[in-house]
């Protein structure tokens, strides 16, 4: 491909997997192009793409019907799709959305240049080959959209665990981790760089493993081995999965104040039959005993999840069973969503997709207000206290005040006074709503 500077612009939607992976995108193509910002300035425009929800799905589809009238104006546009979606939908997408040059599935981003060289001549390519390998470890991520605080490392890709609504371990593949030395390094150079946050991330990072001759890295090791970098440096991680949380884990949380006590441990359902119908692999009260553990070894710890409602089969029941252990658990936060089916998995073959829309979308919002209450109980509780906040950046609703997070996760707002972003800093809180601690000091 020629070297030639063009414009790239890149939207992602999802998870933070594919915030990650759009900087590995940004820095295979930095010979050939320069990031902007703006859609009309760019000759090339990539979405990387999300399948884990229906909804995230039609949002795409729709972003590619007003990239259709872009691309009439400027017919030399090139568009290309990457990701989940690219995965799960393959020719069928080249087919129906006209507007798409090529798609490239989650493990072929290296043949970026060449699919893009193809689409120059108008072939329509694609390259959706899963990997069993491909970590893109020996790639320094181009973080183009960086605070200059914060980064994400990708430490593993795909999933193995095959929960049966999940379309995940088809669209990103087999389980396979990083060389922990790419970490390492990728995290130290960060922090000369002046980065004072990296979160460490895999669909499962509690299974992270890597072998060296004769020793052996798990995740506790991994963390540990990135918390020694710096005191200055903080390390947080995302997802875990409650069946491999290890105790070994949550002592190494405890042993290094830079480690942020804060753990996102996704239920799904509060009732043993939907669980086992999720293929989950553990029960109520194994979560309800690992979320004691948790909070025995580390009392300071915020813990959030992700909720299903109205998966196959749910009765009045089990939803009850869900809002009781919400609030057994406490919860500082969670992402909740309605199921829907995606096709492929095993929900989608073997189950009915029997909950009414209307019960789904009350049960939904029934879970909503019962963590908003909880949420707000939790902030209530830090009013009084203070906290270490890392500051990242000026506040959306007041240029006079910046926000940051304390180790917890949560966000608090205070006034600017004579700080700078990338510093830490101790606020006293004094008021808060459900989603932010403020401090007025
Ligand atoms: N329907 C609804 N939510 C889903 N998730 C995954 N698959 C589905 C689905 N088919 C949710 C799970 C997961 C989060 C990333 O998305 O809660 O933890
Ligand atoms: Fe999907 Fe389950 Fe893997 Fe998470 S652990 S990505 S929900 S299959």
Redesign the pocket.
Known sequence: MQRAVKKLHIETYG?QMNVADSEVVASILSPYYKITDSLRDADLVLLNTCS??DHAEQRIRKRLHELASLKKKNKSLVIGLLGCMAERIKEQLLEEEKVLNFIAGPDAYRSLPKLIEEADSEIISFNVHLSDVETYDDIEPVRYNSNGVSAYISIMRGCNNYCT???VPYTRGRERSRDSKTIFDEAELLFEKGYKEVTLLGQNVNSYCWKSGDTKIDFADLTELIAQISPLLRVRFA?SHPKDISDKLLYVMAKYPNICKYIHL?V?SGSNKMLKRMNRVYTREYYLERIKKIKKILPECAIST???VGFCGETEQDHQDTLSLMREVDYEYA?M??????EG?KAAEKFENDIPEELKIKRLEEIIALQQHLSLESNKRDVGKTFEVLIEGVSKRSDRHFFGRNSQNKVCVFPKMNCKIGEYLTVEITKCTAGTLISEL
């Not at 969503?337 to 995606?342: D, G, P, T």
């Open positions: 998870c884990v929800r609504y999940c379309v997802t996704p799904q992700d909720i299903i992402f969503f309605k199921y829907s089916v995606r998995t």
